[in-house]
């Protein structure tokens, strides 16, 4: 348990730290940056199947039809949000950034429900609505959607739904997402250079070797992760979720200086509200499921 609690915590704070990772590159597009990250991804993944000699199983990782429509979901899914988070760190919006990592929770229950057939209790609708109406809040003062935190939050969601369908081992799995579109990537690298467009070459060296790691910075939380929901009940793994987004907030508003006015934080403290209000709906369902469970087996011995 403590290990898992301690595999969660760096994991979702390295999540939360990102901002600052990508803000080292706002001298580059975000398709630039991003075709880096898929590219550097995939070498230091392939260097660890190799080392782990798991090339092998590669193939049998997506022997039907199903498993091979479901991990090209989750590539697309996944580039699309990390072109999103990227462009949007770099254009100063943060907090929208954060927003859409809260909302997360939420839109993947509504994904459960809508094609996983999955039944809520009441408390959690009421979350799901408060959450709604705090987004409602951000529009009007917006002035429009808050496009970017929907966007990341469903995109994530739906990487999530295709990784449940896919049901790949995370280094395998990893490894086909980063390949899919590796060749996408490289190719737009290769074009930038030969169209003079490129600006790898505007980065200090520190930079240059930080972006060179993106694969790592990429691909350690998610096995981070992987180990934390190995040790760890779903229900713990869920509630610490929030230390990235919470994260992310404070650098928006302490460090990048991005305004946060008070009718922001009213919208957020609904979506504070309907996430406290999830969590303890769903640990009372879990905590009664639980009982009826122990309940039959006493009465089964």
């Given at each position: 348990?403590r290990?898992g609690?301690?595999?969660?915590?760096?994991?979702?704070?390295?999540?939360?730290?990102l901002?600052?990772?990508?803000?080292m590159?706002d001298?580059?597009?975000a398709m630039?940056?991003?075709?880096?990250?898929?590219?550097?991804?995939?070498?230091?993944?392939?260097v660890?199947?190799t080392?782990?000699?798991?090339w092998?199983?590669?193939?049998?990782?997506?022997?039907?039809?199903?498993?091979?429509?479901?991990?090209?979901?989750?590539a697309?899914f996944?580039t699309?949000n990390?072109?999103?988070?990227?462009?949007?760190?770099?254009?100063?919006h943060?907090?929208?950034?954060?927003?859409?990592?809260?909302?997360?929770p939420l839109i993947?229950?509504l994904f459960?429900?809508?094609?996983?057939k999955?039944?809520?209790?009441?408390g959690q609708?009421?979350?799901?609505?408060?959450a709604?109406?705090?987004v409602l809040?951000?529009?009007?003062?917006?002035?429009?959607v808050?496009w970017?935190s929907?966007?990341l939050a469903?995109?994530f969601?739906l990487y999530?739904?295709?990784?449940?369908?896919?049901?790949?081992d995370?280094l395998?799995?990893?490894?086909?997402?980063?390949?899919?579109?590796?060749?996408i990537?490289?190719?737009y690298l290769?074009?930038?250079?030969t169209?003079?467009?490129?600006t790898l070459?505007t980065?200090?060296g520190?930079?240059?070797?930080m972006?060179?790691?993106?694969?790592?910075?990429?691909?350690?939380?998610l096995?981070?992760f992987a180990?934390a929901?190995?040790?760890l009940?779903?229900?713990?793994v869920?509630?610490?979720?929030?230390?990235?987004?919470?994260?992310?907030l404070?650098?928006?508003?302490?460090v990048?200086n991005?305004p946060?006015?008070?009718g922001?934080l009213?919208?957020f403290?609904?979506?504070?509200?309907?996430?406290i209000?999830y969590?303890?709906?769903?640990?009372?369902?879990?905590?009664?499921?639980?009982?009826i469970?122990?309940?039959?087996?006493?009465?089964?011995?």
């Amino acid at each position: 348990m403590r290990k898992g609690i301690i595999y969660a915590v760096l994991t979702y704070l390295c999540w939360g730290l990102l901002p600052l990772y990508w803000r080292m590159f706002d001298t580059m597009s975000a398709m630039e940056v991003l075709s880096h990250r898929v590219v550097w991804s995939f070498v230091f993944v392939a260097v660890v199947v190799t080392v782990a000699k798991r090339w092998k199983h590669m193939k049998a990782a997506v022997a039907d039809r199903k498993s091979k429509v479901a991990v090209v979901l989750c590539a697309l899914f996944i580039t699309c949000n990390w072109l999103i988070f990227i462009w949007a760190v770099n254009e100063n919006h943060v907090i929208e950034t954060s927003l859409g990592y809260y909302m997360n929770p939420l839109i993947s229950v509504l994904f459960a429900v809508v094609f996983l057939k999955e039944r809520l209790h009441l408390g959690q609708w009421l979350a799901i609505a408060l959450a709604a109406v705090g987004v409602l809040m951000l529009a009007i003062q917006y002035g429009h959607v808050p496009w970017i935190s929907i966007s990341l939050a469903i995109s994530f969601a739906l990487y999530g739904l295709a990784k449940k369908m896919a049901k790949l081992d995370v280094l395998l799995g990893l490894t086909w997402e980063t390949l899919i579109v590796f060749p996408i990537a490289l190719f737009y690298l290769v074009f930038i250079h030969t169209q003079g467009t490129a600006t790898l070459s505007t980065l200090s060296g520190t930079s240059l070797a930080m972006l060179l790691l993106a694969g790592i910075a990429t691909a350690i939380p998610l096995f981070g992760f992987a180990k934390a929901a190995e040790l760890l009940p779903l229900s713990m793994v869920g509630f610490i979720q929030y230390i990235a987004p919470t994260t992310s907030l404070l650098l928006a508003v302490f460090v990048f200086n991005e305004p946060f006015t008070s009718g922001q934080l009213i919208s957020f403290m609904f979506i504070w509200g309907a996430l406290i209000l999830y969590s303890i709906a769903t640990f009372r369902t879990s905590k009664s499921t639980r009982q009826i469970q122990e309940d039959k087996v006493a009465k089964i011995a």
